[in-house]
Every structure is written in structure tokens, then in C-alpha cells.
């Protein structure tokens, strides 16, 4: 990497008219003298600090982490920059503060704008060693919760876990066949492995050529993928294990390929397609090859009347009114509306589906992380059966865009069963539908610092009958719910013989509804959307 393109290229010192040091604890100020002082940014100690010097010497107790550090414009010439205590509370407090003069209003602006520049490197992770973390708060931190991101880090750090994920035969032989049927992407290059695990796509893109595999993992798993690769020592040469978030780690080499299993429920719970992204933004060459390179959430309308009743009856404990001589129904509405609120986790036979799916693209080449903070799907569907509508049914694939094949791997149901499973959001309240009509609906989904979405849907439908010639009545059922906090109910798809509220030769034409999982090429994949069907492009 280039030292002189970043850091370098901006300006590193500043002469200053005046700089004084005032303690929270005894709200005094100490001046430094009333000679010119030069401020000074550097990362030297691979920390971003403002440093404050006079006749060469640095000033002891004046120094300034930037990554913890707040600047403001108390007047033309004149800013106060406050810094974050290192004690021991939780809550955020600040007991270090520097009054600074400038000569001019022109040299206070560009402070404050080298100042601004500074701590955006400092989020983005400045030019350090290769392997090396930054010592200031990366991306991940300003928008994690520290205590999601401990036990992510905790469950992701066992091998159980990651036998689990091993084990899921889809998922690992998927990943096998789309490198190494497509040596002539890895054969000579550079490759990133984004949040590696055990070690096992590193291990399968050195198998196929890879020059250097670069694996950076988080969680204490790095150890045991440093033993693993060691333990096959005709790739070992070849794999570097780097402990550390993507968002911190530097890396002495650019990356010809990203290579990641991202995905989460719903292809982004847990987030870390954000940090795909991230490591993409910070490593990837120009027109560098991304393993994935494209996912779709897909999604249609589906009727499980075992399920709603299943899910309603849990909250039938609490309409006791004499549990051991307390009345329990009090709780009974906020309980009702709790089990509604958790996605469920589960394969579910396609015959339940009660229209065509419609995806939603999500191109990793190409999506800002930012992007990613709030997805908004419009839903239009065409029922195929009349039924009850009890919810809407979710599942996503990915691409492997390789250059020899493309290959995907799906967890849509009827396909193979993966460790995704597919996820359906419940309404707890069904609306009725015909045979032709027009469902329509939101799905509304907002990141929170837990790792994943709250999200917001809604489906409707016009009401048959008296009125529906008028232009008719909308019938509309909405929810809320906690992608983070999600029913496991992991069972093998039912058979059904009969779909809970249809006739046999309705049954026939639910299972004619096509499940698209086979092979498409890029230009089909990403054709303009159709009315109904159609990708909606992100």
C-alpha cells in the first residue's frame, strides 16, 4: 500500500497563536506561554493524535486522540477541543479540554477541516502496519451495541458453531465448486477472506491457485483457523491469519478477490454484509472479483392456518385469571402481539405459497454501506388460490459470478435444506383473499445496533362483495418485528395433503407456482423488472 496517497497528502502542522490546557476537575487553565505553538497531526504511535509543540519540543499532557475527541468554534479565532475520559464509567464523559487560538479566521478554518478529515480516517482506519488495528473506534463500534458484538463474537468463537456451519453440506459444497470450478479467477491472485471462521474458504482458494489468502477474523476462531491451516502445510505458505475486524486491520496488498460467507436469516441479519462492503471499499482493486457478488431477498404471500394457530395459542397461558389467585389477563394483549413480533425460523413446504414470488436485488459490487441502514421493498402480488392470508414468506440466494461459471446457492423452499432455513413474518391478523387478486403491501426494514433489522410490514387486499364495485375496501393487516429475536421452529416441512382452507384442485394449482432456483444468466438476472415479478433493483 502507498503511504503517500492518505494520511500524507493532507496538511500536518498548523502554527497557532495560543494553546491552553482547562481540567474539568478543578475548571483551571494552564497556558502553555504566550509564544506561537504548532499543532501537530500524526499517527506515528498508531493512534491519530493532535500533538501541540513549541521550539521543537512537544508539550507534555497537551496531546489529543482524535478518534475520542470533540472540536468546537467557540469564536472566529478561537475553538475548544474537548476529550473523551478513559475512566472506567460507562457513561460517555469528557474531562480534558484545549482552548486554541488561531492567528486568522482562514488558518481556524482549515484546522477544523483537517481536524473533520482526520477523524473520518480515523472511522475508515488509517494507514497502519500490515495485520496492525487501529486503536480508535472503527465503524463497527460507533454502530454496535458492545454487548451484541461481544456475544456475536463469543458464538462465532466455538467450534460447535462452526461444525454446525460446516456441516451444512449446500452451504460448503456450494462455496467449494463455485472456486475451485473457477480456478482461473483465484489461480496468481491476492485474496481477502472477510470474517473467515474456521479457515475453510481460505484453505479452498489457496487449493485453487490463490498467490496469497488473507484471513481476517474477529472472534477467537482465528486461533483455531491458524491451526488448521498449519495442519495442511501445502497451503500454509500461502494463508495469513489476521485476527481483527475488517473495519480495523490493514493489510500490506490490495485484493484481486473478496471471498465471504456474509449472509445471515434474511440474507442481512447480523449485519455483516456491511462489512463485506467495508472490505471492499478498503481493499478490492478496481473491477475486483466479489464471492458473492449479488444477493436477492425473495418474498410472496403464504397461508399456514397450523401456524397462526399454533402462534396464537401460546399466549393463552397468560388469559388465567386465578394463577394461584393472580389474574393473568392484563398481560394477555402485550403477550399476543410478542409472539407475532418474532419471525419464524423454519422450511416450509411450497405449496403454502399463495403467489409467485417477487425478489428484491441486492448487488454487493455496486451497494453503499449506508444503503444497507434501511431497506424499503414495495410488495405486489396476484393471488393464485382464494385463501387466508396468514403472512408473508422470505427466503434470499446469492451469486457466485465466477468467470468459468456462475453458480447460486439458494435456501428456497423445496430446494435442499440449508442452516438459513427461510423465514416467514406472521400477521396476527389473516386477511381473505380470491383467486386473482391484487395483494399489495411494504416491507419496511430499519438496522438497530443489535446486529440486525426491526422491520415493519403490511399487506392488503380489497374486500369482495357489496362495495367492491365502488372501487372497494381495503382490508389491511400490519406488524412489527424483531428480525434479532426470531421463533426457531426448525422442524422438516410438513406434508400436506390439503391445504388448510382450499380444495384439492386448488391445492393443484398452488403447486404450480414456480420456485426459481435454477442457474440464470447475468443478463437475465438483471433485465428491467416486470409488473409483478420482477427484481426490484437496489
Request: net charge negative; glycine share 6%.
Given at each position: ?145 458492545p454487548s451484541s458484538a ?35 479467477d483465484f489461480t496468481g ?217 456462475q453458480r447460486w446457492l ?129
Amino acid at each position: 500500500m502507498d503511504d503517500s496517497s492518505g494520511l500524507k497528502q493532507k496538511k500536518l502542522e498548523f502554527t497557532l497563536a495560543a494553546v491552553s490546557q482547562l481540567s474539568s476537575s478543578s475548571l483551571s487553565s494552564s497556558s502553555s506561554s504566550s509564544s506561537s505553538v504548532i499543532a501537530r497531526f500524526s499517527a506515528d504511535s498508531g493512534v491519530a493524535e493532535l500533538r501541540f509543540h513549541r521550539d521543537s519540543e512537544f508539550i507534555d499532557g497537551f496531546n489529543v486522540d482524535i478518534g475520542t475527541s470533540q472540536l468546537f468554534k467557540l469564536g472566529p479565532v478561537q475553538s475548544l477541543c474537548v476529550s473523551e475520559s478513559s475512566g472506567a464509567s460507562k457513561e460517555k464523559s469528557y474531562s480534558r479540554a484545549v482552548t486554541i487560538q488561531f492567528r486568522n479566521e482562514d488558518e481556524s478554518r482549515d484546522f477544523h477541516s483537517a481536524f473533520e478529515q482526520w477523524q473520518k480516517d480515523v472511522i475508515q482506519g488509517i494507514h497502519l502496519p500490515n495485520g496492525a488495528i487501529a486503536a480508535s473506534k472503527s465503524k463497527f463500534d460507533y454502530k454496535i451495541e458492545p454487548s451484541s458484538a461481544k456475544m456475536y463474537f463469543h458464538y462465532y468463537g466455538q467450534l460447535l458453531h462452526q461444525q454446525n456451519m460446516l456441516q451444512d453440506y449446500v452451504r460448503t459444497g456450494t462455496y467449494y465448486a463455485a472456486v475451485i470450478e473457477n480456478r482461473v479467477d483465484f489461480t496468481g491472485r491476492v485474496v481477502v477472506d472477510v470474517g473467515a471462521g474456521s479457515g475453510i474458504l481460505s484453505l479452498f482458494a489457496a487449493q485453487a491457485g490463490a498467490k496469497h489468502v488473507y484471513a481476517v477474523e474477529a472472534s477467537e476462531m482465528a486461533e483455531y483457523a491458524r491451526k488448521l491451516i498449519a495442519g495442511n502445510p501445502a497451503l500454509v505458505q500461502r494463508i495469513t491469519v489476521i485476527k481483527g475486524k475488517v473495519e480495523e486491520v490493514e493489510l500490506a496488498e490490495k485484493a484481486d478477490i473478496l471471498i465471504s460467507e456474509p449472509m445471515g436469516t434474511l440474507l442481512v441479519n447480523e449485519r455483516m454484509l456491511e462489512s463485506y462492503i467495508i472490505a471492499r471499499d478498503r481493499f478490492l482493486v478496481p473491477n475486483g472479483k466479489m464471492f458473492p457478488s449479488i444477493g436477492r431477498i425473495h418474498m410472496a404471500p403464504f397461508s399456514d392456518e397450523y401456524l397462526f394457530v399454533e402462534i396464537a395459542n401460546k399466549a393463552l397461558f397468560w388469559q388465567q385469571q386465578n394463577y394461584y389467585g393472580v389474574d393473568l389477563t392484563p398481560l394477555y394483549g402485550s403477550a399476543f402481539q410478542g409472539y407475532f413480533s418474532q419471525p419464524v425460523v423454519d422450511a416450509f413446504d411450497p405449496r403454502l405459497l399463495v403467489s409467485p414470488p417477487l425478489c428484491h436485488v441486492i448487488d454487493f459490487n455496486e451497494i453503499k454501506e449506508e444503503d444497507l441502514f434501511e431497506i424499503d421493498i414495495p410488495l405486489k402480488f396476484i393471488a393464485s388460490v382464494g385463501t387466508r392470508v396468514h403472512g408473508l414468506a422470505c427466503w434470499f440466494d446469492v451469486l457466485f459470478n465466477g468467470s468459468a461459471v456462475q453458480r447460486w446457492l439458494t435456501t428456497a423452499p423445496g430446494a435442499p435444506t440449508t442452516h438459513w432455513y427461510q423465514i416467514r413474518c406472521v400477521l396476527s391478523q389473516p386477511i381473505y383473499v380470491m383467486a386473482g387478486q391484487e395483494i399489495t403491501g411494504r416491507l419496511h426494514m430499519i438496522a438497530h445496533n443489535a446486529q440486525s433489522y426491526t422491520m415493519y410490514l403490511s399487506l392488503s387486499a380489497k374486500m369482495w362483495g357489496p362495495g367492491a364495485v365502488q372501487g372497494g375496501i381495503l382490508q389491511t393487516s400490519s406488524g412489527k418485528l424483531d428480525l434479532k429475536e426470531p421463533y426457531y421452529r426448525m422442524s422438516q416441512p410438513q406434508s400436506y395433503t390439503m391445504a388448510q382452507d382450499q380444495q384439492p384442485q386448488q391445492l393443484l394449482q398452488a403447486q404450480a407456482i414456480p420456485i426459481h432456483t435454477e442457474d440464470l444468466d447475468e443478463a437475465e438476472l438483471l433485465r428491467q423488472p416486470s409488473e409483478n415479478t420482477g427484481p426490484h433493483l437496489q
